[in-house]
């Protein structure tokens, strides 16, 4: 007798930053494709509407974890005021805050505060702490804004669990430097985790190049390889607008992580790989 199939995470990222991305996350929950998605409260489109249809899809049945996808970087703004270092009134772009970050030329204090405000946006707009914690661009991962998220989640979200970036160890390909960056970061934001019974996801896949020729369809399967029961699945599914334009690069993709989901393809895949989303709890 077949054994129950592993039950995974599958979240969708950026909810709160343009109304397609919004748009496109609300129906593939709607129709049981997604089972989590992390929401950008500094977002341009993190709205009351947006915050409400969101959390209507979860009344009466729960059907996807909501979490903080904490922002840092570039082309968005703090929710706090005197945070530093800011570029035209918005946070450095990805390089130098990883620069920063590295070289410990971050304020802890302005981070910790800048991490607590998000999270208090989080709470008035749903009335309840997330149900887990990440960052936008894996930002979360490095020096001193680690620490700054764990002291927060620690203090004041002990129930949430947040994101490691580790893939299963049966799924390390040596030629994706970026995943080998996020392998060894998440094992010292883990180790870090664990010191403080911060809970973490067991497993961890969905980065690829993002080149415009990337056939979704075909670079979903792997990430299914290896994946403990328990683990998690990223993913950016949206319809691209103008206000998607002209905030991120990555557009057309986003239209074909949707149509993935959204087709036959998609649960016909979960099934032959003895797998399935998990049921939140309510």
Known sequence: MAGAPRRIWLCADDYGMAPGV????????????????????????????????????????????????VTLTAPFTPVSEQFHPLRAHRFPPLNEMIRRAATRRLSPERLTIEIGSQLRLFLEAFGRLPDFIDGHQHVHLFPQIRDALLKVVNEAAASAWVRQCGRPRGARALHDRKALLLDMLSARFRAKAARLGIATNPGFAGTYDFAAKADYATIFPRFLTGMPDGGLIMCHPGFVDAALANLDTL???????????????FPRLLSEHDVALAQPAA
């Open 22 to 69: 919004n748009e496109a996350i609300r129906r593939l929950i709607a129709r049981g494709r997604l089972n989590a998605t992390s929401v950008m409260v500094g977002g341009p489109s993190f709205t009351g509407e947006a915050i409400d249809a969101l959390d209507t899809l979860n009344s009466g049945e729960t059907r996807a974890l909501i979490g903080l996808h």
């Open 251 to 265: 557009t057309d993709l986003r239209e074909r992580e949707f149509a993935f989901f959204e087709s036959d393809a």
